[in-house]
């Protein structure tokens, strides 16, 4: 599986504690992302961006 982007550059912002209220929703919304992800690649058997005969695109 090709390692993806971890979206830490994207919570940085959050982590200096200007926006602490925003650090769990956005937490939140990483995680189910990636889990949504890895369903997808699993129910269509290819990662984002990988070809297969099934999947070409």
Do not use: F, Y
Request: charged share 25%; glycine share 10%.
């Amino acid at each position: 599986m090709p390692k993806t982007n971890s979206g830490a550059s994207a919570l940085a912002p959050l982590l200096d504690g200007s926006t602490a209220g925003e650090l769990i929703p956005e937490l939140v919304r990483h995680g189910l992302q990636r889990l949504i992800e890895l369903e997808v690649a699993a129910v269509l058997g290819a990662d984002r961006h990988e070809r297969t005969d099934e999947r070409l695109g």
